[in-house]
């Protein structure tokens, strides 16, 4: 019976939903896109709770212990299982990200102090970046890498005066704000909703 009145109240926050987002196409705003980031959240954490306390509980609620206070407690359990289990994951997938796009930063950063007092980036300088692209220890994704590569490529041009010093600086400097901008990507709220992850 809970199971129902779950169901009803999702797939109404789901209508609730599709009404918002027509609205919004119509008359943009900063209020319609925070109730549907709320509406998004809410689906996600009603269906996942209800999931989970259905595979806990079975059909224990429709027995005896089928209180109010018995099913709020369920779902309570239930969405802090969730949200345990989503911190433990998100911070490890997302510590592996930081770690690699500070590095990547760092480098960057390094690069684009180098060219603005017009010096030459140091060829021990460059042999020690590409090390730390194939180290094991740093776990770049392909695109992290791509652009590593494509940079280190970029300072040995700049080294043999084959590219401008402004338009490498003005590379280096767009580069290094996209790379702050993920960086602190990782500390928004939407970051520990699956859905709003998935939809970003």
């Not at 970046?129 to 590569?149: C, M, P, T």
């Amino acid at each position: 019976m809970i199971y129902t009145y779950a169901l009803i109240v999702v797939a109404s926050l789901v209508l609730c939903l599709i009404l918002n987002v027509l609205f919004r196409k119509m008359k943009p705003s900063t209020f319609g896109h925070t109730i549907t980031h709320i509406l998004l959240y809410l689906i996600e954490i009603l269906t996942v709770t209800t999931i989970i306390t259905w595979l806990l509980s079975g059909s224990e609620t429709t027995g005896g212990d089928s209180t109010l206070l018995a099913v709020f407690r369920n779902f309570v359990f239930s969405y802090t299982l969730y949200q345990l289990v989503l911190l433990v994951t998100f911070k490890l997938m997302d510590s592996i990200d930081t770690d690699a796009l500070t590095i990547t930063k760092n480098i960057n950063d390094k690069i684009q102090l180098y060219a603005e007092f017009k010096k030459k980036f140091p060829e021990e300088d460059i042999v020690k970046a590409k090390a730390y692209i194939h180290d094991s220890g740093v776990s770049f994704n392909n695109k992290q890498r791509e652009y590593l590569l494509n940079l280190l490529n970029m300072v040995q041009l700049y080294n043999k005066n084959e590219i401008s010093q402004e338009d490498f600086r003005l590379h280096l400097k767009i580069q290094s704000v996209e790379l702050d901008t993920q960086l602190k990507m990782y500390g928004y709220g939407w970051m520990n909703s699956v859905l709003l992850r998935f939809i970003k």
